[in-house]
C-alpha cells in the first residue's frame, strides 16, 4: 500500500532563518506530488505541484520554493522565511488519473 | 476569485441527526469533486468523491450529491455522530488532477 512520510511534525523558526520540510511516498511510482499551506483558520492554499522530477509549478508567487530530486521526494525551501510563512503545510499525492488526493500528517511551522 | 466555496464556516447538528455539507463551484470544467474530513493539527483524510457524470455516490453514512446545472454539491451525513465533529472540505480537480482546488471548508460540531 501506498505511504506519505512528511516531516518535522512541528518547527519554530525564527524570521530570516532558512527552511526545508522533506515529504516522500512509498508505494508507488511516478505520483503527482503538491505541497499545500492551511494559514490559521483558513482554508488550504495550493502552493507548488509536481508531475515529475524537476518539473515543478507555482501557484502563488511567495517567498518559498519547492523541488523534487528524485521520483517521490519532494522538498519545500525557504532561504530567508517571514512571519507570515507561519502557518500548517502539507505534503500530498495523487495518482496520474488524479482522481484522489492523499495528505501527509503536516507540518506546523511557526515563524518568530 | 474563489472557484470552490463553501459558505457555512460552521454547522451544528444533534447526534443522529442529518448533516448536511453544502458547496458550490464556478468551473464547469472541474471532472472530480472530493470531500475530506479534517481534525486539528493532521493532514485531511479522504471521505468520499463523485465523478461529473454522476449525480450521486454512496459510502455507508456519507452520500455525495452533484447538481451539475447548479454547479452544487452536497455532503449528507446520517446519522451524525459526535466522532464526526471535524472541518470537512469540499474539493474539485479537473482531468489528470494536476490541480486540486480546495472550499475554505466547514466546522461541523455534532452534540450529544
Known amino acids: 500500500s501506498q505511504t506519505i512520510h512528511q516531516w518535522p511534525a512541528t518547527l519554530v523558526q525564527p524570521v530570516g532563518s532558512p527552511l526545508s520540510l522533506e515529504c516522500t511516498v512509498e508505494g508507488t511510482s511516478n505520483p503527482n506530488l503538491y505541497w499545500y499551506r492551511q494559514a490559521a483558520g483558513r482554508g488550504l492554499q495550493l502552493l507548488f505541484y509536481?508531475?515529475?522530477?524537476?518539473?515543478i509549478s507555482s501557484e502563488v508567487p511567495q517567498n518559498l520554493s519547492a523541488s523534487r530530486p528524485q521520483d517521490r521526494q519532494f522538498i519545500l525551501s525557504s532561504k530567508k522565511l517571514l512571519l507570515s510563512d507561519s502557518g500548517f503545510y502539507l505534503c500530498?499525492?495523487?495518482?496520474?488519473?488524479?482522481?484522489?488526493?492523499?495528505f501527509g500528517s503536516g507540518t506546523q511551522l511557526s515563524v518568530l | 476569485d474563489q472557484q470552490v466555496k463553501q459558505n457555512s464556516p460552521s454547522l451544528s447538528v444533534q447526534e443522529g441527526r442529518i448533516s448536511i455539507l453544502n458547496c458550490d463551484y464556478t468551473n464547469s470544467m472541474f471532472d472530480y469533486f472530493l470531500w475530506y474530513k479534517k481534525y486539528p493539527a493532521e493532514g485531511p483524510t479522504f471521505l468520499i468523491s463523485i465523478s461529473s457524470i454522476k449525480d450521486k455516490n454512496e459510502d455507508g453514512r456519507f452520500t455525495v450529491f452533484l447538481n451539475k446545472s447548479a454547479k452544487h454539491l452536497s455532503l449528507h451525513i446520517v446519522p451524525s455522530q459526535p466522532g464526526d465533529s471535524a472541518v470537512y472540505f469540499c474539493a474539485a480537480s479537473g482531468t489528470y488532477g494536476q490541480n486540486f482546488v480546495f472550499g475554505p471548508g466547514t466546522r461541523l460540531s455534532v452534540l450529544p
Open positions: 509536481s508531475v515529475g522530477i524537476g518539473q
Open positions: 500530498a499525492w495523487s495518482g496520474t488519473a488524479g482522481e484522489k488526493l492523499f
